[in-house]
């Protein structure tokens, strides 16, 4: 028999009563690798002084224990805190089945990672399990965008006036948005409400871990899930302190069953080529990635071209970019061409009403290092990765901005084949990445393509 215990008012779950061997197996299976750049470091979330886990974790423990041949016993002491919110749904805001399914999910479980595509309509989701809980809760976000945007939704779907608590405000009410940057720096102790739910945004964002885990293990509430758009893969190293803070994944949709049920549009994939006049003999990678992908001209003039041919097919363009130079570049090039463009980033101080006149047509096409994670912009129909990188969450995250149904027409997702074999290993990575999260829907044609060109592309450089 183990014993594991949750006090009230905690994130961990301590061991009461176990064999000697069971710390030693549980520390094991808690452990993974932390990297420290160019080497890595074993650590695990199991505390041996204190003989306790992180909650999240408690089902991978107790199935671990159940499949030694251990009974479990969980005493969980927890109270649910929070205030009655008497929240009003907006009717306008029907469910789908797949959503109805989530919700219920979530509310059996109390927690847990709810893996729904972009496009799916997982704010939605997330706000009618506050609505069926009638609770008080704590929604965090990680950019300024996403703070106002859940805000808008709670004002407009659950009829509450949101609380802030970010951009220099912290003003607390039933249903707090919070940036978790706020969070950490001013110390979620300073929090004043008892919130019964914690919801974390996008929280599929590994790069962020450690502070995710830090502010995850300092709110104590009993209902704890994540909403993610690409959750999927994260089984490795670091990310395990996601499913620490938050649980596992409960509930998954894929992007090619809603597109078969037309909740996203079917989607086009297109690939650009062009011919380098000018390879790059730089052995590092910025330089690489400044002479061959930002300032390399052959290349911006073969994506400036495609933009204004899907401009002219009727098209709401995004041109996605990772460097400010970059999108200011193809915004100029565009301009030359006689397309109206827009350049948006973080540092744009009259970013809202770019977006504005971009949603009402007035710009057919917007370059911007901005609009990956959850910035809800369903006019784009389509989408142009301009900016290279192999990332396959952030590849999945921008290219969902266009999968919004639309009117007769397919969402084009075009990508760019670079010449460079570090580059182009880069580009096999994305294409990896739309294969296998659209699956049936992935060109074919592109994919017999993409496995036969692989290895034939020749040798990567080493970049320091």
């Given amino acids: 028999m183990v014993v594991l215990r949750i006090p009230d008012g905690s994130a961990l779950v301590k061991i009461e009563k176990a064999d000697p061997q069971i ?61 009655k919110l008497n929240s009003t749904w907006n009717g306008s805001y029907g469910m789908r089945r797949y959503q109805e399914r989530a919700i219920k999910k979530a509310l059996r479980e109390k927690m847990g ?23 008080s809760a704590l929604i965090v976000v990680h950019t300024k965008e996403l703070l106002y945007q859940w805000a808008d939704k709670v004002r407009e779907v659950l009829g509450v006036e949101p609380g802030i608590v970010g951009d220099n405000k912290w003003d607390e009410r039933g249903v707090t948005v919070a940036m978790i940057q706020t969070l950490l720096s001013r110390g979620a102790e300073k929090l004043q409400s008892d919130y019964a739910i914690v919801m974390f945004d996008e929280c599929h964002r590994t790069s962020a871990a450690e502070k995710f885990y830090q502010l995850g293990l300092s709110l104590p509430q009993v209902y704890r899930f994540g909403l993610s758009a690409t959750p999927w893969r994260r089984v490795r190293g670091e990310e395990i302190k996601i499913e620490a803070v938050v649980g596992p994944t409960i509930f998954e ?6 597109i078969k049920e037309r909740f996203l549009a079917k989607p086009r994939f297109e690939i650009i080529t062009y011919e380098s006049t ?11 990635y400044e002479d061959m992908i930002m300032n390399n001209d052959e290349r911006n003039r073969a994506i400036v071209r495609k933009a ?58 917007l370059v911007s290092t901005l609009l990956k994670e959850g910035v809800d912009i369903p006019e784009i129909s389509a989408i142009i990765l301009a900016g290279g990188g192999k990332s396959d969450i952030m590849t999945i995250q921008t290219i969902g901005r266009a999968l919004r149904p639309k009117r ?3 969402a084009v997702i075009v990508d760019v084949q670079d010449d460079d074999p570090l580059l182009f290993t880069h580009f096999i990575e994305r294409q990896k990445a739309l294969k296998q999260y659209y699956g049936m829907y992935y060109d074919r044609e592109m994919a017999s393509k993409l496995d036969e060109n692989v290895p034939k592309k020749g040798r990567s450089r080493k970049r320091s």
């Fill in 278 to 288: 000018m390879p790059s003999f730089s052995e590092r990678y910025k330089e690489l």
């Fill in 308 to 365: 204004v041919e899907l401009a002219k097919r009727g098209h709401r363009i995004l041109i996605d970019v990772k460097r400010i130079e970059h999108g200011k570049i193809l915004k100029e090039m565009l301009e030359r061409e006689g397309v109206k463009a827009e350049f948006l980033s973080s540092q744009s101080p009259n970013r809202w009403e770019i977006l504005e006149a971009f949603k009402e047509g007035e710009i057919p096409v």
């Fill in 408 to 410: 007769g027409m397919k």
């Fill in 23 to 83: 710390y030693f197996k549980i520390y094991e299976l808690l452990s993974y690798k932390k990297d420290f750049g160019k080497w890595e470091k074993p650590e695990s979330l199991y505390d041996p002084y204190e003989r306790t886990f992180p909650v999240g974790v408690l089902p991978r423990v107790k199935k671990f224990l159940n499949c030694k041949g251990y009974r479990v016993r969980i005493k969980d002491e927890r109270q649910v805190k929070g205030v």
């Fill in 113 to 135: 990672v709810l893996s729904l595509p972009v496009g799916s309509g997982k704010t939605v989701v997330g706000l009618r399990i506050i609505h069926e809980l009638d609770l």
């Fill in 253 to 258: 949709v894929k992007a090619e069953d809603l």
